[in-house]
């Protein structure tokens, strides 16, 4: 099993940057990570992931271009790098690790999840 610690989360206002860490402990074997999203009252939703090995990275249309995933190996972190902020990105975000080999947008396809941080855009 992995642990996996959010940090980053808090309040800015629409237009403003915000940048989340996520940073492993354990398992090492991890293919991929990946960050999703759950809004109030919606379901669990993708938002991007990156792989350890290459840094292969996949987004959802919804922040492609405002949105950066990246990783530093060394420390065992990934990162979502959040610019051009809405308030319809407020929201809890998850961090996942996935076992299995390649990207995925799937949610039921992660292993191991953190405990959330909470961004809050407002307007």
């Known amino acids: 099993q992995v642990q996996l610690v959010e940090s980053g989360g808090g309040l800015v206002q629409a237009g403003d940057s915000l940048r989340l860490s996520c940073t492993a402990s354990?398992?090492?074997?991890?293919?991929?990570m990946g960050w999703f999203r759950q809004a109030p009252g919606k379901q669990r939703e993708f938002v991007a992931a990156?792989?350890?090995?290459?840094?292969?990275?996949a987004y959802a249309d919804s922040v492609k271009g405002r949105f950066t995933i990246s990783r530093d190996n060394a420390k065992n972190t990934v990162y979502l790098q959040m610019n051009s902020l809405k308030p319809e990105d407020t929201a809890v975000y998850y961090c996942?690790?996935?076992?299995?080999?390649?990207?995925?947008?799937?949610?039921?396809?992660?292993?191991?999840w953190g405990q959330g941080t909470q961004v809050t855009v407002s307007s």
């Open positions: 354990g398992r090492t074997s991890d293919s991929a």
């Open positions: 996942a690790a996935r076992l299995s080999w390649g990207l995925s947008m799937v949610e039921s396809e992660y292993d191991d």
């Open positions: 990156i792989k350890w090995s290459g840094g292969s990275t």
